[in-house]
């Protein structure tokens, strides 16, 4: 599973948003990886930041 696929699957699973950081260290990844993954779900639509450096499913 790549780690754009995780990043979202935990999203969904998680009600609360979270940081970079929290999903990095949820999912076992580099931060790196989370961020990138963050940065092409977002142009897809498919998360959302309610606030500045919080993600969460759209």
Known sequence: MSA???VLNLLKENSEAMKAGEIAT???I???EVDK???ALKE???ITS???CFYTKA
């Open 4 to 6: 754009k696929e995780q």
């Open 26 to 28: 949820a999912l076992s």
């Open 30 to 32: 580099d931060k790196k």
């Open 37 to 39: 993954a963050i940065k």
């Open 44 to 46: 897809e639509g498919s």
């Open 50 to 52: 309610p606030k500045r």
